[in-house]
């Protein structure tokens, strides 16, 4: 266990972007604080690692290739993903959908769940399934992998809500073609957005009329739109 002025000492280390994203991972902590105390959460994990000793890229993919059940890859270690429900899935299609009709022709194309997002750098290599996401750098797309998104949807489960909102919100924001991160909830009509531009403060978009504004690729939509069949 590490004590507070160790902890103090660490971030002092830092630079100053990842300070930043240590910043605002704990103004979410604080946030979502308070619900958390009174939130019975699933039995079940939001991830289960599989058994396994480091892995490399290579070993995950033969190993994902071959896999019934999709896995995350984070830093060697590969996580099993549990199941979408309807309400999930419909929230997704219900977005990738116009994301899709709308970015036709241009350089930049919306993807589903079944596309990997590849993130590298110096410390992390991390394989992620977003719900959507849209990327426009084509020569950086790999065959099953993409590179350099700038708009990343995760839709809200109860297994994986919290990381969606803390591991995941602060990876993406270190990732530096993201523009927005949105997470949507699917048991409410009700978006969260970061973008960069606006130093990753949250906008909520809630109410029956509320429209909801994906900047980085020029679109808004209506959430009775987003949340069609859902309720």
Same mark, same amino acid.
């Given at each position: 266990m590490y004590a507070v002025a160790d902890i103090q000492r660490a971030i002092e280390r830092l630079s100053s972007g990842d300070r930043e994203v240590v910043r605002f991972w704990l103004q979410d902590l604080i946030q979502h604080a308070e619900d958390d105390e009174h939130r019975v959460?699933? &039995?079940r994990p939001a991830y289960e690692a599989a058994p396994s000793s480091l892995l490399t890229l290579e070993e995950y993919d033969q190993l994902e290739e071959r896999s019934q059940v999709r896995h995350e890859f984070i830093n060697g $270690?590969?996580?099993a993903m549990t199941? /979408? &429900? $309807?309400?999930? #899935? &419909?929230v /997704?299609? #219900?977005?990738? /959908? %116009?994301? =899709? /009709? =709308?970015?036709r022709g241009s350089p930049c194309r919306a993807f589903t769940a079944d596309m990997q997002l590849y993130m590298k750098s110096d410390t992390d290599e991390i394989v992620y399934y977003p719900d959507v996401m849209v990327a426009c750098q084509r020569e950086r797309w790999m065959k099953n992998k993409i590179r350099d998104p700038k708009l990343v949807v995760e839709i809200l489960s %109860? &297994?994986?809500?919290?990381?969606d909102r803390r591991e995941k919100s602060l990876n993406y924001r270190r990732a530096a073609s993201i523009?927005?991160? $949105?997470i949507a909830a699917q048991d409410a009509r009700e978006l969260m957005i970061y973008r960069r531009k606006e130093h990753w403060r949250a906008e909520l978009i809630a109410g029956p009329d509320a429209v909801a504004e994906f900047r980085s690729i020029g679109l808004s939509l209506p959430l009775e739109r987003i949340y069609e069949? $859902?309720?």
């Open positions: 959460e699933e &039995s $270690v590969m996580y199941g /979408a &429900s $309807v309400a999930h #899935n &419909s /997704a299609g #219900n977005l990738f /959908a %116009p994301f =899709h /009709a =709308h970015l %109860p &297994s994986t809500r919290e990381i523009e927005e991160y $949105v069949d $859902v309720f």
